[in-house]
């Protein structure tokens, strides 16, 4: 069992940067692969990006890349998502997720098993 509890969303103007965070708890963190997905009002919840369990790879959804970074601390039970150039397009709710993916996986929320409850990032324009 794995409990997910992220922070760090709030209020930034565009092109400013923010920092979630992703407080773990239970002994199987540092065996679970991780991931971030959003919501947006009227949509469906997508893939941001996600981190293998040792944090050696890592991959993102297209319209994040270059902007956003997923990083993870085992030691920590936690994980990170750099986010700067925030844009009004990626206001939404974020999500942190745990689970046992596969390849084709990383990328649904089919893939996981556990999530947080979700912190809002707000980009005003």
């Known amino acids: 069992q794995v409990q997910l509890v992220e922070s760090g969303g709030g209020l930034v103007q565009a092109g400013g940067s923010l920092r979630l965070s992703c407080q773990a708890s239970g002994r199987t963190f540092s065996s679970s692969v991780m991931g971030w997905f959003r919501q947006a009002p009227g949509k469906e919840r997508e893939f941001v990006a996600g981190i293998s369990r040792g944090g050696g790879f890592t991959t993102y959804a297209d319209s994040v890349k270059g902007r956003f970074t997923i990083s993870r601390d085992n030691a920590r039970s936690t994980m990170y998502l750099q986010m700067i150039g925030l844009k009004p397009e990626d206001m939404a709710v974020y999500y942190c997720?745990?689970?046992?993916?596969?390849?084709?996986?990383?990328?649904?929320?089919?893939?996981?098993?556990?999530w947080g409850q979700g912190t809002q990032v707000t980009v005003s324009s």
């Open positions: 997720a745990a689970g046992q993916p596969g390849p084709a996986t990383i990328f649904t929320t089919t893939g996981y098993n556990y």
